[in-house]
Nanobody, 114 residues
Framework: VQLQASGGGLVQPGGSLRLSCAAS????????WAWYRQAPGKQRELVAS???????NYADSVKGRFTISRDNAKKMVYLQMNSLKSEDTATYYC?????????WGQGTQVTVSS
């Protein structure tokens, strides 16, 4: 299984971006997806996650601004990011958690700057 993340870029404060992550290959029907991010000099942190049942979880710093969603038929996960702030600047990674393995995407850069 490989994950391909896309959708990052440069956006002004207050703007929006939508990240996408697609899985190639066969994956388990039971799986959780998550988005993590890592800013320069900081540890990687969980941004949002979604279970196969659709239960979501968000970091306090993004609650009310970010929305995670999934499309099981397309084997994809999304992260809608609104009201972006400079502190959201980071490399964003998608991850797929299956009973037998965890897979990470390559990362997509999000830069929030005026």
């Amino acid at each position: 299984v490989q994950l391909q993340a896309s959708g990052g870029g440069l956006v002004q404060p207050g703007g929006s971006l939508r990240l996408s992550c697609a899985a190639s290959g066969s994956i388990s029907r039971i799986n959780d997806w998550a988005w993590y991010r890592q800013a320069p000099g900081k540890q990687r942190e969980l941004v949002a996650s979604i279970t196969s049942a659709g239960t979501t979880n968000y970091a306090d710093s993004v609650k009310g601004r970010f929305t995670i969603s999934r499309d099981n038929a397309k084997k994809m996960v999304y992260l809608q990011m609104n009201s972006l702030k400079s502190e959201d600047t980071a490399t964003y990674y998608c991850s797929l958690f299956e009973p037998v393995r965890t897979t990470w995407g390559q990362g997509t850069q999000v830069t929030v700057s005026s």
